[in-house]
């Protein structure tokens, strides 16, 4: 059956339909009438208008949403910078590494003392580009013990974020309404959307991973000769439903009314505190809103005849590059499928590539990396920069060059995924040093075994 069973229980309902045009309300009539910004909105409410893109950007490419709000976004004192230790923000500005090693991750630690929040939890392994001149990705790992505070709101300036969670549940609460988003599922929170996090699940705690994108945004990937449907369906995405709250004081000094607000812009971390609740959303209508997809529901494409095809296949959502065909950022997955390749190495073949690979596992095995010292395994990653060969380890190999070729299951219970990108991108301080996780000797206890099978110049 196409959809996860889920150790936690859906809590919300909600829209559906990638970029769609949606409209919700939590009150009747709060949604003005054949208008966007009349003289007096519905309800006493103010218009606010959310853009994604340029005013004059195409019309298949204008993201905008419109919010009917009690106040408007604008009714905060200045910004200032955050300058507690905060070393979520610290990673950003670490030198970069740009190495052409292949590097493999122990999986990330879990926020064991329960010390930090989503935010605070964010640490950015590795990235290219720059948010101020919106070219480029950010990756990164969270891992997180507690709620965000109960009056406490958070949104990046700097781009869309991709979340993937690997251990514990995310209750996010946005400006557009309620998400929860679980193991096996995904979620995009857009660039200048405000948010709160809280942790569901047992023990909690939650880790897993994220891209920062700070060009464009995420699209569905073109279908080609697949036909019209396959792979992820748009019908699936699911989008919050309008969900407000009265929290507002007549002035910024009432104290039980203090909001804080924090924000990233240019990877610096500043904050403020307004009066009111920045979920005082009461309707909105557009297609400028958070969403999330259950990878379950991924419909896989694969050969019924013989070799491997391209990973391409595996798409789930692009963010493409202004060359045609390639992305800034691609999120692959790879769930339990067939095989049935007819005299084919059917684990993915060795491999240079011009794009970066960021690989992590969310749970189970990966059929390409069963062997080498440490392994890949839930909660951990590897990255194949642009170039740097990689493939099965010795093991895996030898197991599938010698396997019996009937029609196999591969992956079951398993869904490990890639953020794949034109760029080069460099390794932080923090994620080649700092977070003792590399682990040694990975190309070695990996590669450096591989057998010599060739039998000769004259071997027929």
């Known amino acids: 059956m196409p959809v996860t069973n889920f150790s936690i229980p859906e809590k919300y309902e909600y829209l559906v339909g990638f970029d769609s045009y949606h409209q919700s309300e939590a009150h009747p009539c709060a949604l003005p009438l054949a208008q966007n910004s009349p003289q007096k909105p519905p309800l006493g409410l103010y218009a606010e208008k959310l853009s994604g893109t340029a ?23 200045p910004f200032e910078p955050v300058t507690a230790h905060n070393e979520a923000v610290e990673t950003q500005h670490e030198k970069k590494h740009y190495i052409p090693n292949q590097l493999r991750w122990d999986p990330f630690d879990h926020d064991e003392h329960a010390e930090h929040d989503f935010v605070d939890g964010l640490k950015l392994v590795a990235g290219a580009g720059d948010p101020t001149l919106k070219q480029g990705i950010g990756i990164y790992v969270y891992a997180c013990g507690r709620d965000m505070k109960e009056k406490e709101a958070y949104y990046s300036a700097d781009g869309d ?71 992820a369906n748009a019908r699936d995405f699911q989008a919050p439903k309008a969900d407000f709250e009265e929290d507002y004081g007549a002035t910024a000094q009432e104290g039980k009314n203090e909001w804080r607000i924090k924000v990233k812009f240019n990877n610096g971390l500043y904050e403020t505190v307004q009066r009111h609740s920045p979920f005082d959303v009461v309707a909105w209508h557009g297609n400028y809103y958070p969403f999330k997809y259950d990878l379950g529901r991924f419909n896989t494409i694969g050969t019924i005849s013989y070799d491997h095809p391209d990973p391409s296949i595996f798409t789930v959502l692009t963010a493409p590059s202004e060359k045609v065909g390639t992305a800034v950022a691609d999120f692959v997955i790879f769930p339990p499928r067939w095989l049935v390749g007819e005299d084919t190495f059917r684990p993915p073949w060795y491999h240079r590539n011009t794009m970066s690979e960021f690989m992590g596992l969310i749970q189970g095995g990966y059929d390409a990396k069963k062997g080498g010292k440490g392994g890949f395994v839930p909660g951990g990653a590897s990255l194949h920069n642009v170039m740097s060969g990689h493939g099965p380890d010795r093991d895996s190999y030898e197991g599938a060059r010698e396997a019996e070729l009937k029609p196999q299951k591969v992956g079951e ?7 794949e990108s034109c760029l080069m991108v460099g ?6 040093r700092r977070c003792r996780k590399v682990q040694g000797g990975y190309n070695k206890h990996s590669w450096e075994g591989v057998e010599v099978h060739w039998k000769g110049r004259n071997s027929q």
Not at 169 to 174: C, K, N, P
Not at 413 to 419: E, I, L, N, V, Y
């Open 55 to 77: 005013f004059t950007a195409p019309r298949n490419e204008n993201k905008q949403t419109w919010l009917y709000r009690i106040l408007p976004s604008c009714a905060h004192p």
């Open 413 to 419: 219970g398993s869904c490990a995924f890639m953020f």
């Open 427 to 432: 390794v932080t301080e923090w994620g080649l």
């Open 161 to 231: 974020l991709l979340l993937v969670p690997q251990e514990g549940g995310l209750d996010v609460r946005t400006e557009f309404g309620r998400m929860l988003v679980r193991p096996m599922e995904i979620a995009v929170l857009p660039r200048g959307v405000k948010y709160r996090v809280e942790i569901v699940g047992d023990g909690k705690k939650a880790r897993g991973y994220a891209l920062e994108l700070y060009q464009g945004h995420f699209q569905l990937p073109e279908l080609g000769p697949i036909g019209s449907n396959g792979l």
